[in-house]
Antibody
Framework: QVQLQESGPGLVKPSETLSLTCAVS????????WSWIRQPPGRAVEWVGY???????NYNSSLRSRVTISVDMSRNRVSLTLSSVTAADTAVYYC???????????WGQGALVTVSS | QSVLTQPASASGTPGQRVTISCSGS????????VAWYQQLPGTAPKPLMF???QRPSGVPDRFSGSRSGTSASLAISGLQSEDEADYYC???????????FGGGTKLTV
């Protein structure tokens, strides 16, 4: 059974870069798409972007200039970087395996990132 | 403002049937499959429905989904206290070239 675990700094200063890693266990990341989804405190979930099984990326247009998603096949993990963060980027960030353009399953437990000086 | 529109709240008593709606457009629900997620307090969203009406393994058949035109709905029958959660619909949007979610519906039992 595939399991996902997000990790990274819980506190990032404004204007700096947020970096998170999603470790995938119980299966290979190769054949699948992988998405990052975030949820600001008390608010709805928002899709951040995905990386396909051939390395093609697609990002939320509102974040496109600041976001990068990549994969490390050798370590079976997916990474997210978001530059020039502001308080509006404070959220729980989830990684999820994406099944084509159908659904997300499974999801990681999420990592809370707070942007504050 | 979410692209998919859901009621902010819904409620029911144990044993009742409740329905949660999700309204979109021709570029998302009208063209692509809808998925539903359940988020219990303090936890990650959990898949509840995919391809409009398919239940992942382990999801009780009390949960059912449907899609018609540019709208979708999630029905929960035999409501239980553990169903109290937030529910989100999601679909791919061909025009935005992006995943879109509803704003979520808080179900109170």
């Amino acid at each position: 059974q595939v399991q996902l675990q997000e990790s990274g700094p819980g506190l990032v200063k404004p204007s700096e870069t947020l970096s998170l890693t999603c470790a995938v266990s119980g299966g290979s990341i190769g054949p699948y798409y992988w998405s990052w989804i975030r949820q600001p405190p008390g608010r709805a979930v928002e899709w951040v972007g995905y990386i396909s099984n051939i390395g093609r990326t697609n990002y939320n247009s509102s974040l496109r200039s600041r976001v990068t998603i990549s994969v490390d096949m050798s370590r079976n993990r997916v990474s997210l970087t978001l530059s020039s963060v502001t308080a509006a980027d404070t959220a729980v960030y989830y990684c999820a395996r994406q099944h084509d353009l159908l659904w997300f399953d499974p999801w990681g437990q999420g990592a809370l990132v707070t942007v504050s000086s | 403002q979410s692209v998919l529109t859901q009621p902010a709240s819904a409620s029911g008593t144990p044993g009742q049937r409740v329905t949660i709606s999700c309204s979109g457009s021709t570029s998302n629900i009208g063209s692509n499959a809808v998925a539903w997620y359940q988020q219990l307090p303090g936890t990650a969203p959990k898949p509840l429905m995919f391809k409009n009406n398919q239940r992942p393994s382990g999801v009780p058949d009390r949960f059912s989904g449907s899609r018609s035109g540019t709208s979708a709905s999630l029905a929960i029958s035999g409501l239980q206290s553990e169903d109290e959660a937030d529910y989100y619909c999601a679909a791919w949007d061909d025009s935005l070239n992006a995943w879109v979610f509803g704003g979520g519906t808080k179900l109170t039992v």
